[in-house]
């Protein structure tokens, strides 16, 4: 005597896939709203002309009110900073430095890092304001 095992219908509740793309579309939605750019924050401060830069070679050096550096939104040191603009210098010699300093922050801790950019001849400079 063969027994046969009944098989059962496979279905795929369609009713629910419009529901799932609708989650899917949400959460994409949310993801796109985070910001994954390391920032430091600072009040920029501002300038009587401005002229646009283009922002994908760029190293940015962030000067906080307590003088405290960063280099691309982590904490860092003038030692370091001079090692990985002589490491960018050697990839692509035409790398803009951004210095963004906060309104607050005395001239000499930015002065620093300008003497640190001027013993390196790093001559592709560019100061961050705030933008209108």
Same mark, same amino acid.
């Given at each position: 005597m063969k027994l046969r095992r009944e098989r059962k219908k496979f279905i795929v509740p369609m009713n629910s896939m419009s529901? =799932?793309?609708?989650? *899917? *579309?949400?959460?994409?939605? $949310?993801?796109?709203? +985070?910001?994954y750019r390391r920032e430091v924050k600072i009040d920029y401060p501002e300038a009587?002309?401005? %002229?646009r830069t283009s922002a994908e070679k760029n190293? #940015?050096?962030? =000067?906080? %009110?307590?003088g405290a550096v960063y280099l691309d939104g982590?904490?860092?040191?003038?030692? /370091?900073? #001079? @090692? /990985?603009?002589?490491? +960018?210098?050697?990839? /692509?010699?035409?790398t803009? =430095?951004?210095? @963004?300093a906060?309104? !607050?922050?005395?001239?000499? !801790?930015?002065?620093? =890092? *300008?003497?640190? $950019?001027q013993l390196l001849q790093y001559r592709v400079v560019s100061f961050v304001v705030k933008d209108e």
């Amino acid at each position: 005597m063969k027994l046969r095992r009944e098989r059962k219908k496979f279905i795929v509740p369609m009713n629910s896939m419009s529901d =799932v793309a609708f989650l *899917l *579309l949400v959460f994409i939605m $949310l993801l796109s709203l +985070i910001n994954y750019r390391r920032e430091v924050k600072i009040d920029y401060p501002e300038a009587a002309a401005a %002229k646009r830069t283009s922002a994908e070679k760029n190293l #940015e050096i962030w =000067v906080d %009110k307590a003088g405290a550096v960063y280099l691309d939104g982590l904490p860092s040191d003038l030692g /370091a900073i #001079e @090692i /990985a603009i002589t490491d +960018i210098y050697q990839d /692509a010699p035409d790398t803009r =430095v951004h210095v @963004i300093a906060d309104r !607050d922050t005395s001239f000499r !801790d930015v002065n620093r =890092v *300008l003497q640190t $950019l001027q013993l390196l001849q790093y001559r592709v400079v560019s100061f961050v304001v705030k933008d209108e």
